[in-house]
């Protein structure tokens, strides 16, 4: 299959789809309840109770997943329940619910070559980041057959949301690599996640009745099992 990306003009939560061992989320505007700086990514351990810590596996580098990455919308009412509504493709959005609705998007990634986890999550600064480097996703997945990208955070930017503003995260294609055998067992119990050096100090959260964290790898380290 060729990725496609969503039009220019497509239409934007937090999820657990229960099925991978750790979730990935972007905090535009940080978390000081859990040490979380704004405009950084956290890692949670699947599960009631596990709560996001801070993690660099974006800067360091994941393997998306294109063959399997999801868009939709959702709505998630306080007090309430979350419902997600997925669009046909990533390119083919289905048209605006309604009020209170959120574009989302379910992009399952490599953080090693054993360990799976999912950027699920619907927020402006979500969608936008997503919907940039998705473009270049479109352009290049078809010079490379078969193989996956290893995308890397670079940064992120300001960018207004009519009164007010939120950080959008920006990406980069660092190469195209051989499919993680993550991809094929991710519903299966798999190895505790790595932990990048400048957060050796804080324990992986772990998913329930997982086995206990792999030795901490730098972010260099962690990028270079991805070499061809």
């Not at 937090?14 to 905090?27: A, E, P, S």
């Not at 000081?32 to 949670?44: D, M, V, Y």
């Not at 996956?148 to 949301?161: E, N, Q, V």
Request: proline share 14%.
């Amino acid at each position: 299959m060729t990725f496609q990306a969503p039009p220019p003009d497509a239409p934007r939560g937090d999820g657990d789809g229960g099925i991978y061992d750790y979730y990935i989320n972007w905090h535009a505007q940080g978390s000081a309840k859990h040490g979380i700086q704004p405009a950084c990514f956290s890692l949670r351990a699947s599960g009631a109770g596990n709560v996001p810590t801070p993690s660099q596996h974006m800067e360091a580098g994941t393997v998306w997943d294109v063959e399997n990455i999801e868009t939709g919308w959702q709505i998630w009412p306080e007090g309430g329940q979350k419902d997600y509504r997925p669009n046909p493709t990533p390119a083919q959005p289905a048209p605006f619910p309604g009020a209170g609705w959120t574009e989302a998007v379910k992009i399952p990634v490599a953080l090693d070559a054993n360990t799976a986890a999912c950027w699920d999550q619907a927020s402006v600064g979500t969608w936008r980041g997503f919907h940039q480097i998705a473009a270049v996703i479109a352009q290049q997945h078809p010079q490379n057959p078969g193989l996956y990208p290893l995308i890397k955070l670079t940064g992120s930017i300001l960018t207004a949301t009519g009164q007010n503003s939120t950080s959008v995260p920006q990406f980069e294609i660092v190469q195209w690599v051989q499919q993680p055998a993550c991809f094929n067992v991710h519903s299966q119990p798999v190895a505790p996640a790595p932990q990048p050096a400048v957060f050796a100090s804080a324990p992986l959260p772990q998913p329930v009745a997982q086995p206990a964290p792999a030795a901490p790898m730098a972010p260099a380290a962690l990028s270079g099992a991805w070499n061809t």
